[in-house]
């Protein structure tokens, strides 16, 4: 564990370096009055997580698996492509094998995708970059690409993309949609965030989530077979696939939307603002709707990510004592959360660099 603490204490002192010399360092690409983090910070920052993620070895549930398969990725990346097999890994496998031909230099690429574009995207549009970091870590979406290395790669170009959505580009954001089907094909239903109000939602439409939630908890049977159908092939009836998610997990879900209903102030919030917050229910009602299998819940992945830019938005608070009281709960309650789901992990506690091999 102890690369773990580690890389989150350097990562949050350049996140932090990032946010307070935001207006010491001139950017021509930026607006004179703009308040984006220092860019040369936050790829330190990118660094720092990119090249924890990419150097690891056997770490992650998928890690073997993986490994296994570069020599397959390289040699089928054109039937890949051809049959739309989610050809993404296979030409991020052949452009890694240019450089060196080993499947360590696939999982440091892939992890500088996910990893860049998600800290990049964090870093435009998070009002509390260090804050935004510490919740991409301690939520999970930063070791989870150790795990699920195609989807989380597909989550971080949706999460790229999602300005699309609130700037109203259907094109572009279908594109956006192409692009990551490439890595995982669930990132298909990811064109429903398309019509993510950008409105305060109303009781009709909260009604609705709530239906469609149940409909989704009550229909696991069509919905597989559907899977089924579209990849034709039968999903299996393992033990993942049928597995209850862990309570706690849905309930993590929900308390964004607490401090929401009780401390937000909901005046002055712009359609940006409120795309972040509808993305908060739309989140936990993926996960209480999925929460009887874990097969299904990892389309959370998708919406988890977007919690790093809502929660900066619901601690709106005038009193800036009272922000920070709620910003160190939040960090020692999701700090709590990933310890335990780290710790607890064979494949995630016993962490190995490459240079161990």
């Not at 946010?19 to 936050?42: C, I, M, Q």
């Not at 052949?94 to 964090?122: E, P």
């Not at 929460?291 to 900066?312: D, E, K, Q």
Request: with cysteine; aromatic share 18%.
């Amino acid at each position: 564990m102890t690369t773990y603490y580690l890389t989150i204490l350097f990562a949050s002192i350049t996140a932090k370096f990032a946010e307070v010399s935001k207006g010491k360092y001139k950017d021509l690409t930026l607006d004179p009055a703009s308040t984006h983090p220092n860019r040369l910070f936050v790829m330190l920052t990118a660094i720092i997580l990119i090249c924890v993620a990419g150097l690891r070895w056997g770490v992650g549930t998928d890690y073997w698996s993986y490994a296994n398969n570069y020599t397959g990725y390289l040699t089928n990346w054109w039937g890949a492509l051809v049959n739309w097999n989610e050809p993404g890994i296979y030409f991020i496998a052949k452009f890694s094998s240019w450089i060196y031909n080993d499947y360590v230099s696939m999982f440091f690429l892939a992890s500088a995708i996910t990893i860049g574009l998600s800290v990049r995207t964090m870093s435009k549009h998070s009002s509390m970059f260090t804050f935004s970091i510490l919740l991409y870590i301690f939520m999970g979406s930063w070791h989870g690409g150790f795990n699920g290395v195609r989807q989380y790669l597909a989550s971080a170009i949706i999460f790229a993309g999602h300005n699309y959505i609130i700037e109203r580009k259907l094109i572009k954001y279908i594109l956006v949609v192409l692009v990551a089907s490439a890595f995982h094909t669930s990132a298909l239903l990811m064109f429903f965030l398309y019509f993510t109000p950008l409105t305060r939602l109303k009781i009709k439409q909260l009604a609705l989530l709530v239906v469609g939630t149940f409909l989704i908890f009550y229909s696991y049977d069509i919905i597989f077979t559907v899977f089924a159908n579209f990849r034709g092939r039968d999903i299996g009836s393992s033990a993942y696939i049928t597995r209850d998610v862990n309570l706690f997990r849905v309930l993590v879900s929900l308390a964004p939307l607490v401090i929401y209903f009780t401390l937000t102030s909901k005046r002055g919030l712009s359609k940006r603002n409120l795309f972040y917050i509808n993305m908060l229910f739309v989140n936990a009602s993926l996960l209480f709707a999925t929460s009887n299998s874990a097969y299904l819940a990892r389309v959370g992945i998708y919406s988890r990510i977007f919690t790093t830019l809502s929660f900066p938005i619901l601690l709106n608070f005038r009193d800036k004592y009272l922000t920070m009281l709620i910003k160190m709960l939040i960090i020692g309650f999701y700090a709590l959360y990933w310890y335990i789901e780290v710790a607890h992990s064979p494949n995630l506690s016993n962490f190995q660099m490459i240079f161990s091999r």
